[in-house]
T-cell receptor, first 114, second 109 residues
Framework: DAGVIQSPRHEVTEMGQEVTLRCKPI?????LFWYRQTMMRGLELLIY????????DSGMPEDRFSAKMPNASFSTLKIQPSEPRDSAVYFC????????????FGEGSRLTVL | EDQVTQSPEALRLQEGESSSLNCSYT??????LFWYRQDPGKGPEFLFT???AGEEKEKERLKATLTKKESFLHITAPKPEDSATYLC??????????FGEGTQLTVNP
């Protein structure tokens, strides 16, 4: 199994630009999560989907952030416009066994907004 | 709101020197407590799930235990390859996992 695949691995952009992060979950997994990790705040849940439907987006910081899951094998997290405080590592995770807490994380997308 | 506090923030051990990491939590109804390991530049990797007080899980040199207020991750005779950040997370009702800020473990040869 290829695991959770995220792209890009690194992105450097300027304030005000649109950023799109992509995630391909593990085949057969029906739950998908977007997390953000920073030194100051640790690992924070932004949004999660179950069967392609957004279930909890209460962690999405503000309207500049949006996430979609058009099908079971693809999800995007978009930031428009980006700001320096959005700089972080963004992780996507998936699971087919939500009640066990066993999430499979991708290697993350490191975003730097100048 | 769920609170998860891990201590210490960082821990340095000599190879073979056993120790424990702590995760204390405050949730109104714990559904599960989870331990993850994170290596630099990588995503967290699942280690254990604990559901109820008194439960224990083991994997190689690691043993996780759970009480009503906290969990411990015991590391017996650690090796340099055990160096990583160890994260705990709790799940209350629903599916949200709330993570602690982690303990950065360094094991020197």
């Amino acid at each position: 199994d290829a695991g959770v695949i995220q792209s890009p691995r690194h992105e450097v952009t300027e304030m005000g630009q649109e950023v799109t992060l992509r995630c391909k979950p593990i085949s057969g997994h029906n739950s998908l999560f977007w997390y953000r990790q920073t030194m100051m705040r640790g690992l924070e849940l932004l949004i999660y989907f179950n069967n392609n439907v957004p279930i909890d987006d209460s962690g999405m910081p503000e309207d500049r952030f949006s996430a979609k899951m058009p099908n079971a094998s693809f999800s995007t997290l978009k930031i428009q416009p980006s700001e320096p405080r959005d700089s972080a590592v963004y992780f996507c995770a998936s699971t087919s066994r939500l009640n066990t807490g066993e999430l499979f994380f991708g290697e993350g997308s490191r975003l730097t907004v100048l | 709101e769920d609170q998860v506090t891990q201590s210490p923030e960082a821990l340095r051990l000599q190879e073979g020197e056993s120790s424990s990491l702590n995760c204390s939590y405050t949730v109104s109804g714990l559904r599960g407590l989870f331990w993850y390991r994170q290596d630099p530049g990588k995503g967290p990797e699942f280690l254990f799930t604990l559901y109820s007080a008194g439960e224990e899980k083991e994997k190689e040199r690691l043993k996780a235990t759970l009480t009503k207020k906290e969990s411990f991750l015991h590391i017996t005779a650690p090796k340099p390859e055990d160096s990583a950040t160890y994260l705990c997370a709790v799940q209350e009702d629903g599916s949200r996992l709330t993570f602690g800020e982690g303990t950065q473990l360094t094991v020197n040869p």
